[in-house]
Every structure is written in C-alpha cells, then in structure tokens.
C-alpha cells in the first residue's frame, strides 16, 4: 500500500458513504483512480467490507467500560465462557502483561455496570480486576465522539 491507499482509507474511515467523485475531490486524484483502487484494496484483502453505525449501536448501552481481569491458574478458557455468558459483556479479550482478560461491558445505567462487575468477581479463578469507564470514543478518521 502506497500513500495515496492509506489515504483512501482514512476517508473512507471518515465517510464510508463518500462517493467516489468526493473522494477523488478529497484525494487530488482521478475518479477511475479511486474505483480502481478501492477494487484492488478488497480483493487484496485490505479492506475487508463496509459496515454501518447505527444510533441503537451507540445508544444501546450508553454506560460502557472495559474491566481489566486477572486469573488464577490455567482457567482462562472457562473464564471466558463465562464471562461471554453474561448478555452485558460484548466482548472478551486475551492479554499478555498484568491483565489476563480484558471485557468490554455495555449496559444502560451505572447500577447495572455495578451489578455486571460484581457477577464477574463473583466467577471462579477471578482474582482482581479493574474497571475503567469509556467516557467518550473517537474511531479513527472521525473529529466526532461517538
């Protein structure tokens, strides 16, 4: 990938409904530039697909925070099955350094945050966690939190 891929991108990250004139516009480039550079990112595999962010997807769970886990032993499988068993828990990641698990946690209010941290120490082989609040999220390419 060139300058002018990463470029592309980045708009694309920023707007993914830009047509393709208004990235050209953006670019300094050619319209068949784009096109044919876009079908050359997906087949290559760069780009993987196009999606979309909907207000249920940020309104959803407004309180949301990652809770850092640390576990005893060689139980780090079954914790995660656990852990992806409760309907706040929207992810469950593996870590190498000071955090064995990392969870990311949506639920509507902070009471039942508190309630979702208090099921999760309560799962055996946790030892300690620690949860931080994402208070505002910028995805890459966007000046907007979301």
């Known amino acids: 990938m060139d300058d002018t891929d990463l470029a592309l991108i980045a708009e694309l990250r920023r707007d993914g409904r830009a047509s393709l004139s208004e990235l050209a516009?953006?670019?300094g480039v050619a319209r068949a530039t784009v096109r044919s550079r876009m079908e050359r990112l997906h087949v290559k595999g760069e780009i993987a697909g196009f999606t979309v962010l909907t207000r249920?997807?940020?309104?959803a769970s407004p309180v949301r925070a990652l809770m850092m886990i640390a576990i005893e032993g060689r139980g780090a499988e079954k914790t995660m099955a656990r852990l992806a068993g409760i309907p706040a828990v929207q992810a469950v990641h593996s870590t190498n350094g000071r955090w064995d698990l990392i969870a990311e946690i949506g639920t509507?209010?902070?009471l039942e945050l508190d309630?979702?941290?208090f099921?999760?120490?309560e799962i055996d082989g946790v030892?300690?966690?620690e949860t931080n609040l994402l208070l505002s999220t910028r995805r890459a390419g966007t000046r907007?939190?979301?």
Do not use: F, N, Q, Y
Not at 56 to 59: A, L, Y
């Open 127 to 129: 030892v300690t966690s």
């Open 108 to 110: 509507a209010t902070l």
């Open 119 to 121: 099921r999760v120490r």
């Open 144 to 146: 907007r939190g979301i």
């Open 115 to 117: 309630e979702v941290m």
């Open 56 to 59: 249920g997807d940020v309104t």
């Open 25 to 27: 516009a953006r670019l």
